[in-house]
């Protein structure tokens, strides 16, 4: 990855080290570090520091338990997979329920294709990600990065989640209420992943195989 120039590849025991020591006021790049900017850099460094406890973890690298030790790449790809999950089984309820439009209510339809048309911009968005695949080192910082990326993307799916839930079971078929409980579903199991991603909570993405599984399957 080139650099400009003057910059300076620290690896993360340095950034660590370096930020520890400057104070508000400071310069840095070439300006006063101000608060914000100060918040800036605490925030990398925590995330730094999650990173590094996520690849030192003692549990994770128990190898004869998990059969791989942590790795970056694996773990962004995991990540990838499992968000590109919820939105293709949304966007498969959907693509169902769209040929049987007398089953729900037309307040239901809006909402249900409104979103669609969001869940395949978001599809397409982490679809592009995967070009990061590959070019970086299993322990790089940079896959920390990258899997902050796409939560990124699919930061509203807290509001996806909401919104969907609100809709009441239509009173057609059972496989109109069995298509709607699942697009419920899969928008909880995409909401618990963000909530995980935005938290750096990279122990419990590495370590959950299947997120559905954390997600109540109850719903009416």
């Known amino acids: 990855m080139a650099l400009a120039t003057g910059v300076i590849a620290a690896d993360p025991p340095s950034c660590q080290s370096w930020a520890s020591v400057l104070t508000v006021g400071d310069s840095v790049g070439g300006g006063r570090l101000t608060p914000n900017r100060w918040a800036d850099l605490h925030s990398i460094d925590n995330c730094i520091m999650k990173w590094t406890e996520f690849l030192m973890d003692a549990e994770l690298n128990d190898i004869e338990r998990f059969h791989h030790l942590p790795d970056g790449e694996y773990l962004f790809g995991k990540v990838l997979h499992d968000v590109r999950e919820c939105l293709t089984t949304y966007r498969g309820c959907i693509e169902i329920i769209v040929t049987k439009k007398d089953d729900y209510s037309a ?78 579903r899969s928008t909880a199991t995409l909401n618990l992943l963000v909530q ?17 599984e954390l997600i109540s399957s109850d719903f009416q």
Request: glycine letters at 4%.
């Open 196 to 212: 995980d991603i935005q938290a750096e909570n990279y122990k419990r993405l590495w370590t959950t195989l299947k997120y559905r």
């Open 107 to 184: 307040t239901a339809l809006r909402l249900l294709i409104h979103w669609d048309s969001i869940v395949a911009d978001w599809y397409t968005q982490t679809l592009a990600l995967s070009a990061h695949l590959g070019k970086y080192d299993s322990t790089s910082a940079e896959w920390a990065k990258h899997i902050a990326g796409v939560g990124k993307i699919v930061q509203d799916a807290a509001v996806f989640q909401a919104e969907i839930e609100s809709i009441a079971q239509p009173e057609a078929t059972e496989e109109a209420k069995q298509l709607i409980r699942i697009a419920k």
